[in-house]
């Protein structure tokens, strides 16, 4: 095993994983407590949900949903006759030896909208279990001949979980570094020290903000640095086509991998990898470890995929997306938030401490909509508070509505 700074501090995360479960854990049971967490329900739509055994409806203010084609009519008679034609839910078995004619059906028709070659597995998490350990020894390279050595492995530090998750993993091949949100400037001097190096990013970030991408792609330009951008919360709601923040802004190269799930706004399920030629599919559908396994997204998933594919071919995602905006701009003005005007549907109502941001989802939860109450570790300490998502299939009534609780009972805050 290398020695890294991630591996020296190994005892050191142990410690301080059981401070932050002491510190979480009577938060998360605050939380339970005021029936905040594991609710059940029966649904009729993103906008009513129904606990069956008190009759109470609410709005689900916190689906990633972002253009409601998780309820779309087309989306789930395309689930329902992908299971009609192939006669069962999946092959079973590794992708690397069979793949099912609609899945490469998938693969080529997302990889016609996005411009790029297409990776498909069970989910984001399993695209990053297997990829990111084979950039970090160097394997997964421009030609996917592995021969320019191991890559410094470079996370900011407000990467999604799935990723900063395999840096121990990483830490085995490579030496593994955590740099301060979108501190381009670590960043380059990282790149001047060593010659090979890769960056562990959102597109755009889960509570909220985006990529310093401009200055990512000149430090790419300059220094060959490697890109490895998961962009699950902006798929299909940026880009003519739907291809996201980061894709609609760069053309695909082979020192960039983007990810994505399929499971947001695009309205299905499983996730893809946007890759910069066919070599790396071939290279990664074969070695990456996970994404080969035997797990694959479902086949009624994958039909219900190509239905989500054909309207994002339509006018009808210019006009989800239009509507999209429009929910944005109008919560924006009636509540302003920290990342306030940037075009994106993840937003945080801050309130400081834990406990006041779970009274605040717990009030707002019997007025009729749900909203997460986001503490430690989520969120740095004291800057805990209320994250939502702005839809598409949200009206302006239900919009103002929501906004007017929120400024009622933070006012005295």
Known sequence: MTMTEESILGPRRYRNAEAMLASADPVWQAAAANGLIGVTVDSESNNRLTVRETGHEFANMVSCSYLGLNNHPAVLAGAVDALTE???????LSTTRIRHNLLVRMEEELGELFGANILPGASCTTLTAGILPLIASGHLDGTCQGGGGPRVMVFDRFCHFCMAYMKPICADESLVLTCPHNDLN????ICRKYPRVAYVADGAYSMGGTAA???LLELQDRYGLFLYIDDSHSLSIAGERGEGYVRS???????TVITASL???FGTSGGVAMLGNREQFEFLHRHAGPIGWSQNIPLPMVGASLASAAIHRSPELAELQGALARNIELFDELLPTTFAGNGLPVRRVDVGEAERAVKLSAQLFERGFYSSAVFFPIVPKGEAGLRLMLRADMDERLIREFAGHV???????
């Open 249 to 255: 802004r760069l053309e695909m190269n082979p020192l």
């Open 186 to 189: 670590y960043l380059e001097d």
């Open 407 to 413: 400024k009622e009972l933070t006012a005295d805050l």
């Open 213 to 215: 991408l401009d200055g």
């Open 86 to 92: 192939a006669r069962g839910t999946s092959l079973v």
């Open 263 to 265: 499971g947001k706004a």
